[in-house]
């Protein structure tokens, strides 16, 4: 889990205020908590305030009675929020930091994961490394049979699409679709698999990218749907959030050339994922299979680079719209981050194992 799980309520609290206002003192703090909190004792706000310094979310400054606290996260992009509350309010109430796509995100993608994270993401990737190395390459193809499956499956039903795991499994093995669906769905499903197999038969060629390359992708995903191929020339809105993406499309091409650097620039390839699947989703540059083409870039770069790819399978697809559109309100990508390193963890161990483990 992120490192937002190992903070209280308060705590969560204290870091949106200070998110909020800039800085603020004990008063301060005390305050703005105790209207949610009620009275609460001088010496819980002095301990949640030494736990976050400790944990070097905050810093301090001044002494005595001017000391004063502010976050160490600099710009939105790491910035903590409280995903409860925020989305208690719906689409039309929510106070967006950016409702136009915001050319600035660019500056912020430098350093996603901390170095605790990375050394743990690291240390998951040695061992799946270890583990792929002594397997048969029957077994391996096994494997990624199974993955496929269930990353077509998840994928396919955070986008909406009702088939079962089991149907899943059925449609890509036996070719035989689920009574009671559409066909797209079945489509959906299958052209996940056929964007997969380029994927793994390509596998190098995903160390570095290009839009072309993203465009090969998104062909595969949207096949057969009725939708039309590379980067649109009109308007999308999205379903859930006042968020609207780039109109032009000669933007468009800009906004993915710079995401396209800032990706080939990572020297690891967490954070090339990462930032793949996040702003391929929040430039939109298809008319439909953003989200679905984000996921399988991230794929793609991961297995490039000799890391575990994702299924998605036991995410929670609530949870991810959430850690998509707070990206699209207010750039923040912590949330989404938390969801990155839970899933990679799953993977390594889920996937990919020695009999006799």
């Given at each position: 889990m992120g490192d937002t799980n190992k903070i209280n309520k308060r705590q969560l609290q204290i870091l949106e205020?200070?998110?909020?206002?800039?800085?603020?003192?004990?008063?301060?703090?005390?305050?703005?908590?105790?209207?949610?909190?009620?009275?609460?004792?001088?010496?819980?706000?002095?301990?949640?305030?030494?736990?976050?310094?400790?944990?070097?979310?905050?810093?301090?400054?001044?002494?005595?009675?001017?000391?004063?606290?502010?976050?160490?996260?600099?710009?939105?992009?790491?910035?903590?929020?409280?995903?409860?509350?925020?989305?208690?309010?719906?689409?039309?109430?929510?106070?967006?930091?950016?409702?136009?796509?915001?050319?600035?995100?660019?500056?912020?993608?430098?350093?996603?994961?901390?170095?605790?994270?990375?050394?743990?993401?690291?240390?998951?990737?040695?061992?799946?490394?270890?583990?792929?190395?002594?397997?048969?390459?029957?077994?391996?193809?096994?494997?990624?049979?199974?993955?496929?499956?269930?990353?077509?499956?998840?994928?396919?039903?955070?986008?909406?699409?009702?088939?079962?795991?089991?149907?899943?499994?059925?449609?890509?093995?036996?070719?035989?679709?689920?009574?009671?669906?559409?066909?797209?769905?079945?489509?959906?499903?299958?052209?996940?698999?056929?964007?997969?197999?380029?994927?793994?038969?390509?596998?190098?060629?995903?160390?570095?990218?290009?839009?072309?390359?993203?465009?090969?992708?998104?062909?595969?995903?949207?096949?057969?749907?009725?939708?039309?191929k590379g980067v649109r020339k009109k308007l999308v809105g999205i379903v859930g959030t006042r968020y609207r993406?780039?109109?032009?499309?000669?933007?468009?091409?800009?906004?993915?050339?710079?995401?396209?650097?800032?990706?080939?620039?990572?020297?690891?390839?967490?954070?090339?994922?990462?930032?793949?699947?996040?702003?391929?989703?929040?430039?939109?540059?298809?008319?439909?299979?953003?989200?679905?083409?984000?996921?399988?870039?991230?794929?793609?770069?991961?297995?490039?680079?000799?890391?575990?790819?994702?299924?998605?399978?036991?995410?929670?697809?609530?949870?991810?719209?959430?850690?998509?559109?707070?990206?699209?309100?207010?750039?923040?990508?912590?949330?989404?981050?938390?969801?990155?390193?839970?899933?990679?963890?799953?993977?390594?161990?889920?996937?990919?194992?020695?009999?006799?483990?």
């Open positions: 205020f200070i998110r909020k206002s800039g800085n603020a003192n004990n008063q301060e703090i005390k305050n703005y908590l105790e209207k949610d909190f009620g009275d609460i004792s001088r010496i819980t706000i002095i301990r949640d305030i030494n736990s976050l310094l400790k944990k070097r979310s905050i810093v301090k400054s001044g002494k005595g009675r001017n000391v004063r606290y502010e976050g160490l996260i600099k710009g939105p992009i790491l910035a903590y929020f409280d995903v409860e509350e925020y989305f208690k309010k719906g689409p039309d109430e929510r106070k967006l930091a950016f409702e136009r796509f915001n050319f600035g995100i660019f500056d912020q993608f430098k350093e996603i994961f901390t170095e605790e994270e990375l050394e743990n993401l690291k240390m998951l990737n040695d061992d799946y490394q270890k583990r792929v190395q002594k397997l048969p390459p029957a077994i391996i193809k096994k494997e990624f049979e199974r993955l496929t499956i269930e990353l077509s499956w998840k994928s396919s039903q955070i986008e909406g699409n009702t088939y079962s795991l089991i149907d899943t499994e059925i449609l890509i093995k036996e070719h035989k679709e689920a009574e009671g669906h559409k066909k797209e769905e079945a489509i959906m499903i299958l052209n996940h698999k056929k964007a997969l197999d380029y994927i793994l038969d390509k596998k190098s060629d995903f160390k570095k990218i290009d839009i072309r390359k993203i465009e090969n992708i998104q062909n595969f995903i949207v096949d057969n749907l009725g939708i039309s993406p780039l109109d032009n499309e000669h933007q468009i091409q800009e906004a993915l050339e710079k995401m396209i650097k800032i990706i080939n620039n990572f020297k690891e390839p967490f954070s090339k994922s990462l930032a793949a699947i996040l702003m391929l989703s929040y430039i939109q540059p298809f008319e439909d299979g953003n989200k679905r083409t984000a996921r399988l870039l991230g794929d793609a770069l991961l297995l490039a680079h000799g890391a575990c790819p994702l299924s998605f399978r036991s995410v929670n697809e609530t949870d991810y719209k959430k850690a998509i559109i707070l990206f699209y309100e207010q750039n923040g990508a912590r949330f989404f981050k938390e969801l990155f390193i839970q899933q990679f963890e799953f993977a390594v161990n889920n996937y990919f194992l020695l009999e006799n483990k």
